[in-house]
């Protein structure tokens, strides 16, 4: 699709059509990306989007405990020697 730039103040932009929007998943945050002569437009993405109602159906199901036990590295040391301050 063919676009004209337009000015925004000292910048300029262009308008996606909403169907554009629509099925590429934008939000109102997207991210910018130069790849060589091109600027790529995709979906902002959070690192850990999604964990929370992950973690919850976890809880629902019973899995959310410690898979290597709770004292699977503790030492000697960490009884005797370790001390909070």
Excluded at 45 to 64: H, N, T, V
Aim: hydrophobic content about 35%; charged content about 25%; aromatic content about 10%.
């Amino acid at each position: 699709m063919k676009t004209t730039l337009i000015r925004i103040g000292n910048s300029q932009g262009i308008r996606i059509p909403k169907p554009f929007i629509e099925q590429c998943g934008f939000g109102s945050d997207v991210d910018l990306d130069i790849r060589g002569q091109e600027l790529v437009i995709h979906a902002h993405y959070k690192p850990r989007m999604g964990w929370e109602s992950a973690f919850q159906q976890m809880a629902q199901r019973g899995e959310d405990h410690l898979v290597d036990g709770a004292l699977a590295f503790q030492t000697s040391w960490d009884d005797k020697e370790w001390e909070w301050k």
